[in-house]
């Protein structure tokens, strides 16, 4: 069944009662389809909910259909956010994404702006050249995730409809290694620290976190089956909010008394040190971040290969230390790699400014 919708065009409004109302302005460019939605309040101009357009400190990318249209899409966001130059400075800004979020260009922690606000700091809503606010859109975004294709069809047939949150079956050592041995994928949300000293073979690092379900949806495919493995204390019903939340429905369960039970059957178990110096002289450097956060500053000799295609792309001839941001990034990434018979790969403890830090070195910037 569809979502219910009621269909509205530029200019349309809706109105909310005692003076308010919603009217939208088509904003092409993060989709084909994108509205911004003014709040007014009898004729005077109260709110700016922006959607995928214009972000804190950012804006909303146009790859969501596809790298293909891109390019033209970068062309219809100038002229949408071109619709606010007649809105006050004070306005408030509300997007419909906050920081971290793979729709936007790389943007700042805060969730609101005002207007005047984005006019100063925003470095792309600032830009008045509409071929220079394309290229650096453009140059601007990591690589696709393959999920973004999906999103178009599971938001207009809309979501499973849940009474409450489902909880996760209990699973004993046995049951997990069939359920294996059958095609489930198990992943690993404990802290990078806790996989790295002992985790199932071939089990993926994705530390529960608020990119939990995101790195999910991009790395796994939607009807993968799954097992979990979780220390006590980790909310289990955040991590299936996430899973649901990007389509992830076919949760088989969890390792019961987790990785303790695990050892406690004698099974083998994976390790991936994670260190927290670097020799540069012996091991190889994979920076696993975005390409415009390795390029703000990264580690000299450092190789950037994003996450989403270091299995794709890296060829492990030597010792590998594998780093991101913080570490989260790079574990999984390691995990993907030494599940994929890679060997003698570590990670980094903290990211490029921790190395910078401890070493008295500075980073690199650029390519």
């Not at 033209?72 to 809105?87: D, G, K, N, T, V």
């Not at 089990?203 to 006590?232: A, C, K």
Request: aromatic share 6%; net charge negative.
């Amino acid at each position: 069944m569809e979502t219910p919708h009621h269909s509205i065009s530029d200019g349309d409004s809706v109105e909310l009662g005692c003076g308010l109302r919603l009217v939208a302005l088509a904003t092409p460019g993060h989709t084909p389809d994108r509205h911004a939605y003014l709040l007014d309040y009898n004729g005077k101009a109260m709110a700016l909910f922006t959607g995928g357009s214009l972000m804190v400190g950012t804006v909303g990318r146009t790859d969501l259909n596809g790298p293909e249209l891109a390019e033209s899409l970068a062309h219809e966001m100038f002229r949408s956010l071109q619709r606010f130059s007649y809105l006050p400075d004070t306005l408030a800004v509300y997007p419909t994404h906050g920081a971290g979020s793979f729709c936007s260009a790389p943007g700042v922690a805060d969730r609101s702006s005002t207007l005047g606000l984005e006019r100063r700091t925003n470095p792309l809503f600032g830009l008045a050249d509409e071929d220079e606010f394309v290229a650096n859109l453009l140059e601007g975004f990591g690589t696709f995730p393959g999920y973004f294709r999906r999103l178009p069809e599971l938001n207009r047939a809309g979501p499973r409809q849940f009474d409450s949150v489902p909880e996760l079956a209990r699973l004993d050592v046995k049951t997990v290694e069939k359920h294996v041995t059958d095609g489930a994928l198990i992943v690993d949300a404990r802290p990078i620290v806790d996989f790295g000293t002992g985790a199932v073979p071939s089990s993926v690092s994705n530390t529960l976190r608020p990119v939990f379900g995101s790195w999910l949806g991009w790395l796994v495919e939607p009807e993968q089956p799954l097992i979990f493995v979780l220390n006590d204390d980790q909310d289990r019903a955040e991590l299936v909010r996430q899973c649901l939340d990007v389509g992830h429905e076919n949760l088989l369960g969890e390792l019961n008394e987790g990785i303790v039970a695990w050892l406690s059957a004698d099974r083998a178990t994976t390790q991936i040190p994670v260190v927290d110096d670097i020799d540069l002289t012996k091991v190889m450097v994979i920076d696993v971040r975005q390409r415009v956060e390795y390029r703000s500053g990264h580690i000299p000799g450092a190789q950037n290969i994003e996450l989403g295609v270091v299995v794709r792309d890296l060829r492990c001839n030597r010792a590998t230390t594998v780093m991101c941001g913080h570490g989260e990034r790079a574990m999984t990434a390691a995990s993907l790699l030494t599940a994929n018979h890679c060997s003698n790969v570590s990670v980094f403890n903290g990211g490029p400014d921790t190395w910078s830090e401890a070493t008295g070195n500075r980073l690199q910037t650029g390519p």
